[in-house]
């Protein structure tokens, strides 16, 4: 009689294996962390992709549009801090918009082709991420100066796909070349023609609408048998009445909205300006200059009110302590010296 086993009896081949069960729940949290992974890597690229548009159209650059294939983004990246690198306190390299895409192209290329060469593909590697960071937080500077550093970091961490979304509508200013960043106005005056443009073409349109609605109802009236010269006469200036009326209205139309494009550039034009340029203002004996930020207030000497130029009504020249003292000035600051003198002691001989 065969001799049947525990196992053999309900028909298990071999014992129950704890350890299967427990690769299956290894393998399933795998599965589902690299799925939370890619899900998340995916939004965070859809809002970086929506930021790097946003700037884009903002600062009027062409092919925006770029922002949404991958490797072409780092072109509008580049654009958008105006072709410059920072590495260092002194180093800037140009070109970025070429560097970038071509870096990360030549990258991925290189890490394919040359795992046998390890070492190289992590030095390269390493050099193309530092020079990335580095346009990422010149980035943040230019659009988020006070955030540059804490939005650079957590885009290390979180990726910058959330960070760039969050600048998309902030005004740029690169201290490195500031009237790069104000080309077109930030794509605000380039905005403000279209819609002029806009406004005025369709301004135009409704009057030779109304013209045209105008004419075919004259030609109506003008068509009955029954009117009389005197009628067809009086048709007749009414139609040139009410289309002058027209024509006017449309002027007048098209003067407001001149009027208004007027007041919005001059608008722009003083923002630029006054971002661009600094303040001088004056308190009493003090000056200060203010600019994006408030600088040190410098005192300014006072001016002493023993010598009023008004009373012997001649011109005092001021020269600058930075001017070099030439032979011709050392000259004339002889001959000023001589002049006081000599109105000093004529006005002694005329007291005496």
């Not at 970038?100 to 070492?119: D, H, K, R, V, Y």
Request: hydrophobic fraction near 35%.
């Amino acid at each position: 009689m065969p001799n049947y086993g525990y196992y053999d009896y309900y028909g298990y081949s071999q014992p129950y294996s704890s350890g299967s069960n427990l690769g299956l729940i290894g393998s399933g949290i795998l599965l589902a962390l690299s799925s939370t992974l890619i899900l998340y890597l995916i939004i965070a690229w859809i809002f970086r992709s929506i930021g790097l548009y946003h700037l884009a159209k903002n600062r009027g650059i062409s092919h925006a549009w770029f922002s949404w294939v991958p490797f072409l983004s780092q072109y509008i990246l580049g654009r958008l801090i105006n072709d410059k690198v920072v590495l260092g306190d002194n180093i800037v390299t140009t070109h970025a918009s070429f560097f970038l895409p071509f870096l990360g192209l030549l990258t991925s290329s290189i890490t394919t082709e040359m795992n046998e060469i390890s070492w190289i593909c992590s030095v390269f590697t390493l050099a193309v991420w530092v020079y990335e960071t580095s346009a990422l937080w010149r980035l943040f500077k230019i659009y988020r100066p006070k955030s540059r550093c804490s939005f650079t970091i957590w885009s290390l961490i979180l990726t910058s796909g959330f960070f760039i979304f969050a600048i998309r509508n902030d005004k740029p200013f690169d201290e490195l070349d500031p009237t790069k960043v104000y080309e077109n106005y930030y794509g605000d005056k380039k905005v403000i023609d279209t819609e002029y443009n806009r406004d005025r073409a369709e301004i135009r349109t409704q009057e030779k609408e109304r013209e045209e609605t105008l004419r075919n109802t004259y030609q109506d009236q003008l068509n009955q048998d029954n009117l009389s010269t005197e009628q067809k006469d009086h048709l007749r200036e009414q139609y040139y009445e009410t289309r002058q009326e027209l024509k006017k209205e449309a002027d007048n139309l098209i003067k407001a909205e001149n009027k208004e494009y007027q007041a919005e550039i001059e608008t722009l034009d003083k923002e630029t300006t006054e971002h661009l340029d600094p303040v001088v203002t004056s308190q009493g004996n003090e000056v200060i200059i203010t600019a994006e930020e408030p600088t040190e207030e410098i005192p300014v000497a006072e001016v002493s009110n023993e010598i009023n130029p008004n009373e012997t009504g001649d011109e005092i020249t001021v020269i600058s302590d930075t001017e070099a003292i030439t032979p011709e000035i050392d000259h004339q600051i002889n001959e000023t010296i001589n002049a006081i003198d000599n109105l000093i002691n004529n006005r002694d001989q005329n007291e005496e």
